[in-house]
């Protein structure tokens, strides 16, 4: 599997010397109110486990390293069907590495990766109360689609969904289906 590197970044394989670090930033309830009600709270190291027993091996999970600390994950999730085409990129990173530009820079890395997958979109959705997370897609040219409308219930409440996708400039220049 590739290792994608800018600088004292780099997105690897993950190992299963992680866990114990993988529940130690994510047993934190500012990272889950971010994330899908998949992704538990309190996070146990048996949760991690789980979660590098399902995604070790694929392609398009990562660990996010900072100055060789592992500090958090990113992925692009491959849709299916007449969506075959697009993924769904997804990440967090551990409180205290915040507001450092590490994950723009992971996010770029990953989306020039999912381009020569030949995934011909990626996107993802953005609750309403994360800018800090919009901010990271914007910088990395994603562009806002649109708003969904009260569509995630979180918090005992329903808020908006923010749509970012970024269109494969290779796709955008051909016009044609990739391979």
């Known amino acids: 599997m590739a290792e994608l590197i800018s600088g ?10 992680d866990a114990l670090r993988l529940a130690e930033l994510a047993n934190n309830p500012k990272i ?17 486990r789980l ?10 999970f990562f660990a996010i ?6 500090v958090g994950n990113i992925s692009l999730v491959p849709l299916e069907n007449v969506y075959r085409k697009t993924a769904e990129i997804g990440y967090f990173l551990g409180e205290p590495w915040w507001n450092k530009g590490i994950m723009t820079t992971a996010v770029k890395l990953i989306t020039d990766h ?17 800018p800090a997370s919009r901010r990271v897609l914007e910088k990395c040219g ?21 749509r970012y996708a970024k269109i494969n400039p290779v ?4 016009g044609s289906p990739l391979s």
């Open 114 to 130: 999912g381009f020569k997958l030949c995934f011909a979109r990626i996107h993802t959705g953005i609750y309403e109360y994360n």
């Open 51 to 60: 979660f590098l027993s399902k995604f070790m091996q694929f392609d398009t």
């Open 142 to 162: 994603y562009v806002l689609e649109g708003i969904f409308s009260q569509s995630i219930f979180k918090e005992n409440r329903l808020w908006d969904e923010y």
């Open 32 to 48: 889950g109110r971010y994330l899908r009600d998949g992704f538990p709270y309190p996070y146990t190291v048996a949760d991690a």
């Open 8 to 17: 004292d970044i780099k997105l690897r394989t993950f190992k299963e010397s």
């Open 171 to 174: 796709y955008l220049k051909t």
């Open 65 to 70: 390293e900072y100055k060789g600390a592992y």
